[in-house]
């Protein structure tokens, strides 16, 4: 197998990884429920469309507002690795022929 094929095998590797980062991976976990209050009751400023338009509690909220800003390291590194994989394709067809 030429080093051409070699390379070019391992750009497509790096980036399905890397897609695979990006697209299928989110270490953060569930998402956790948010908790509606009745009408008329202190809440969060934030409503449910997924449940009727129901007002969401404050700790509900800050739950979720914690586990929404958690970052994605995935993402980032299955874009390096995506930028990588398309740098190795085109060394690998610039190459000369040995």
């Known amino acids: ?15 399905i990884v890397g897609l695979i980062g990006v697209f ?10 948010l908790v509606c209050v009745k ?13 009727n338009n129901c007002p969401v509690s ?15 390291w995935t993402a980032g590194l299955g874009g390096i690795l995506i930028v990588g994989g398309v740098a190795v394709g085109v060394v690998s067809l610039m190459k000369r022929r040995a």
């Not at 197998?1 to 980036?15: E, F, P």
């Not at 299928?24 to 429920?33: F, K, L, M, Q």
């Open 1 to 15: 197998m030429s080093t051409r094929a070699k390379l070019l095998i391992a750009a497509l590797g790096l980036v």
């Open 24 to 33: 299928a991976i989110d270490p953060r976990g569930a998402e956790p429920e």
């Open 39 to 51: 009408e008329g009751q202190p809440f969060s400023g934030w409503r449910d469309s997924e449940q």
């Open 58 to 72: 404050d700790e509900s909220y800050a739950q979720w507002s914690d586990w929404d800003s958690q970052g994605r």
